[in-house]
């Protein structure tokens, strides 16, 4: 069992930057590949990053690459999601996920593939 809390998220503007975090309870966060979702009011849950269970792979929607970094540190049993460049369009209630994983080196991007989620947090971003 994994228990995923969020930081609160924020208002930023539009070119700005904002870092989320997500804490993990349990001692088998590192066996648990981590992804990030969105969700924007009357649109479907969306992926937005994912981590392999060691780090050392990511993998990240196009609408956000390059602007967005997922990372994790397993000692702490945290993920984080820092945005550079936000966009109104970012604007959304941000999720942490997570699944066990055998693989290593696994990433999953679609909301079924994961077990666990964080209760969410609100990202607005001003234009």
């Known amino acids: 069992q994994v228990q995923l809390v969020e930081s609160v998220g924020g208002l930023g503007p539009a070119g700005g930057s904002l870092r989320l975090s997500c804490a993990a309870s349990?001692?088998?966060?590192?066996?648990?590949?981590m992804g990030w979702f969105r969700q924007a009011p009357g649109k479907e849950r969306q992926f937005v990053a994912s981590?392999?269970?060691?780090?050392?792979?990511?993998s990240y929607a196009d609408s956000v690459k390059g602007r967005f970094t997922i990372s994790r540190e397993n000692a702490k049993n945290t993920v984080s999601l820092q945005m550079n460049s936000l966009k109104p369009e970012d604007t959304a209630v941000y999720y942490c996920a997570a699944r066990l994983a055998i693989s290593y080196f696994g990433l999953w991007e679609d909301v079924s593939d994961y077990n666990y989620w964080g209760q969410g947090t609100q990202v607005t971003v001003s234009s």
């Open positions: 981590i392999s269970r060691g780090g050392s792979k990511t």
């Open positions: 349990g001692r088998t966060f590192s066996s648990h590949a």
